[in-house]
């Protein structure tokens, strides 16, 4: 055994631990375990799982997985026969000597070239791991070379893109993404072009940057053809290390506090196909029969914890793997005719030219199909039109009884879907705009003008800042009444604009804190909608399963989504039933409404969740911390 398989068995035997009760409690499996403690990598599939697992298995045990991970890449380059390569350094001499010189003035340190150079592109083919983030480097002309040639009838439509611009910007303390991306439809296929503006709100001088880069958990998927750094004005390419799903880039000025940097990427992404059938991960990111999925699509900044760094992710089957700081977003996606897109924020559309403008938004994601229909709701007046129903000698209502109050002002709902899905497109944004109502009453504003619902083929709901993708399979089961699961799914669909959206949360060691949140959203959606289809919400959504355990898991714990939503889904909503049992209706309308208020734009924790319950309640909590929780919660 090696110092890696060392390190791990130690850990686990510090913590008094035998490999079954690990295989039980972290749900994997033991030989697995056992491979990685005795270094026999070959029990894995592929070097991508080796490297999933040996993460998971080290943020189990409460090692570091960057170091493991390390620890790893120096196991393998002694194991291999071939000496493992660094990324190919993209000199200055190599470049310099088959690119024009950039025709940037040298201005502020945050100003970008004025306008886009064409140039020669010349192809460095290096071999890193199984990564294909650091296989192919084109040397660029400048920063954004238009690959016209591989992007078939796409082009760009006239004008300078609104990514490089001679004005200098104001710099915000979110970081800020300018893509102008282009896509060609049939082919499923996408040239991007991506500048980061990103200002250093930490505490902490920073040597690097770390992004994540979902895409590339995938083969063949995402090949990054240029990145830059800009150096007061000049362009420099930075030392980069591809490792998993993230991407290291190695600033050649160290960052102080306050400071900013901005980053120039062009990259290609080749989507994989999306089954019907497909639910989470699987099904964000992709295309199928009718339209194309792109969520978690972008390399994105990795958040940054002051005690522990940047949070690299990697991939898992289970749940959402993606933890993400709000960010200002302003996309421009030309597109084939015809195709319709349906992306996150204000919208402006222009033959086959989309701009999309979204502050402070937790993710920007799109949807597009050939065949969309579209239909359209303002806020408010869906809910007028369907008045409120059976409150007389119900159980009291959460929140107000009115109509009107929370209504948002110049919010439009967007529902687009498939042709023969007319009535289940319909309903969808009947329901969404309702419950947009309903939670801007209950919980704040909604942040963004517009909220888009596409229908896209797979077998769940995923959402994004003002946009959800719903599955096809909803639509197609859709009978017209208010017992159809598309219903319940929209409004659980929607409140994640809350929790989620304004209100971040690591979704990956706390998924409850949305998750349960939204689930027991969607019953207030029927509570107050259609209160004599309460208790069906209840018995079908929630006690047909019979969910049982703790929902404070990890997604990491869970072999399966079937278990994981019975955890911290379900029984995760029969806490929030039970809390606001606790407290009491006035009290817990008033605390949800302080910790969205409180939290927005944030990522906040359990503890967060539990310290302000305080500020409201003096009931005994104990009785919840241990039925549903496995730490202590409850302050
Ligand atoms: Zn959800």
């Given amino acids: 055994m090696g110092e890696l398989g060392e390190r791990l068995r130690a850990a686990r035997e510090a913590k008094e631990l035998t490999i079954d009760q690990v295989a039980e409690e972290s749900r994997i499996q033991r030989a697995f375990l056992e491979a990685l403690e005795s270094e026999s990598f070959g029990a894995f599939s592929s070097e991508l799982h080796t490297r999933g697992f040996l993460r998971n298995y080290a943020s189990y045990l409460g090692l570091e997985p960057e170091e493991i991970l390390a620890l790893y890449d120096?196991?393998?380059?002694?194991?291999?026969?071939?000496?493992?390569?660094?990324?190919?350094?993209?000199?200055?001499?190599?470049?310099?000597?088959?690119?024009?010189?950039?025709?940037?003035?040298?201005?502020?340190?945050?100003?970008?070239?004025?306008?886009?150079?064409?140039?020669?592109?010349?192809?460095?083919?290096?071999?890193?791991?199984?990564?294909?983030?650091?296989?192919?480097?084109?040397?660029?002309?400048?920063?954004?070379?238009?690959?016209?040639?591989?992007?078939?009838?796409?082009?760009?439509?006239?004008?300078?893109?609104?990514?490089?611009?001679?004005?200098?910007?104001?710099?915000?303390?979110?970081?800020?993404?300018?893509?102008?991306?282009?896509?060609?439809?049939?082919?499923?296929?996408?040239d991007v072009r991506q500048r980061i503006d990103y200002t250093n709100v930490t505490s902490t001088t920073l040597a690097n940057l770390m992004l994540n880069v979902h895409p590339n958990r995938s083969k063949g998927t995402f090949t990054l053809n240029g990145l830059k750094v800009d150096v007061d004005g000049d362009l420099v390419q930075p030392e980069y290390s591809p490792l998993d799903v993230t991407l290291k880039v190695a600033l050649p000025n160290e960052l102080p506090p306050d400071e900013h940097v901005t980053l120039y990427m062009s990259y290609t992404l080749s989507l994989p196909r999306i089954a019907p059938d497909a639910k989470f991960s699987d099904a964000s990111f992709g295309y199928s029969q009718r339209a194309i999925s792109l969520g978690n699509w972008y390399p994105v900044m990795a958040p940054y914890r002051q005690d522990k760094g940047w949070y690299s992710l990697s991939y898992f089957p289970v749940g959402d793997p993606y933890v993400t700081d709000v960010a200002d977003y302003h996309v421009t996606i030309t597109t084939t005719p015809g195709v319709i897109v349906a992306g996150t924020g204000a919208e402006t559309h222009t033959g086959n030219r989309w701009e999309y403008v979204a502050k402070r938004a937790r993710s920007f994601a799109l949807a597009a199909s050939d065949v969309y229909l579209i239909d359209t709701a303002?806020?408010?007046?869906?809910?007028?039109?369907?008045?409120?129903?059976?409150?007389?000698?119900?159980?009291?209502?959460?929140?107000?009884?009115?109509?009107?109050?929370?209504?948002?002002?110049?919010?439009?709902?967007?529902?687009?879907?498939?042709?023969?899905?007319?009535?289940?497109?319909?309903?969808?944004?009947?329901?969404?705009?309702?419950?947009?109502?309903?939670?801007?009453?209950?919980?704040?504003?909604?942040?963004?003008?517009?909220?888009?619902?596409?229908?896209t083929e797979f077998a769940d709901g995923l959402a994004f800042s003002g946009l959800t993708f719903l599955?096809?399979?909803?639509?197609?089961?859709?009978?017209?009444?208010?017992?159809?699961?598309?219903?319940?799914?929209?409004?659980?669909?929607?409140?994640?604009?809350?929790?989620?959206g304004l209100v971040g949360n690591d979704q990956v060691t706390e998924p409850w804190l949305d998750e349960a949140l939204a689930q027991y959203s969607s019953y207030l959606y029927y509570e107050r909608y259609l209160p004599g289809d309460k208790e069906w919400w209840w018995d079908t959504e929630i006690r047909q399963y019979a969910p049982a355990g703790k929902i404070d898991m990890l997604i990491y714990q869970f072999r399966n989504n079937r278990d994981y939503m019975n955890a911290v889904y379900r029984r995760g909503a029969e806490f929030v039933g039970d809390l606001r049992e606790t407290m009491g209706d006035p009290a817990f309308t008033a605390f949800l409404k302080e910790y969205v208020r409180r939290y927005s734009y944030q990522l906040a924790k359990s503890r967060d969740f539990f310290t302000l319950i305080q500020e409201f309640t003096t009931a005994d909590l104990m009785p919840l911390q241990e039925t549903y929780f496995r730490q202590r919660a409850v302050p």
């Fill in 471 to 500: 599955g096809s399979t909803y639509y197609d089961q859709y009978d017209g009444t208010a017992q159809a699961s598309l219903i319940p799914l929209t409004a659980h669909e929607v409140s994640h604009q809350w929790f989620y």
């Fill in 378 to 455: 303002p806020v408010g007046a869906s809910a007028q039109a369907a008045p409120l129903q059976g409150t007389g000698t119900e159980q009291p209502v959460l929140g107000q009884t009115g109509t009107g109050n929370g209504t948002a002002g110049n919010l439009t709902v967007y529902s687009y879907y498939f042709p023969g899905h007319e009535a289940a497109g319909q309903a969808a944004l009947d329901t969404a705009a309702k419950a947009l109502e309903l939670f801007t009453e209950l919980y704040g504003s909604y942040p963004f003008p517009a909220f888009r619902l596409s229908e």
């Fill in 74 to 190: 120096k196991t393998r380059a002694k194991t291999s026969h071939r000496a493992k390569k660094a990324s190919p350094p993209m000199s200055d001499q190599r470049s310099s000597g088959e690119m024009p010189a950039p025709a940037v003035p040298v201005q502020a340190k945050h100003s970008a070239p004025a306008q886009p150079q064409r140039g020669r592109a010349s192809a460095i083919i290096g071999d890193m791991l199984l990564l294909l983030i650091g296989v192919v480097f084109l040397s660029i002309a400048v920063v954004y070379l238009y690959r016209q040639q591989a992007v078939g009838q796409v082009r760009p439509t006239g004008g300078p893109t609104p990514i490089p611009t001679a004005t200098p910007l104001p710099i915000p303390d979110e970081t800020t993404y300018t893509m102008d991306v282009n896509l060609n439809y049939a082919e499923h296929k996408l």
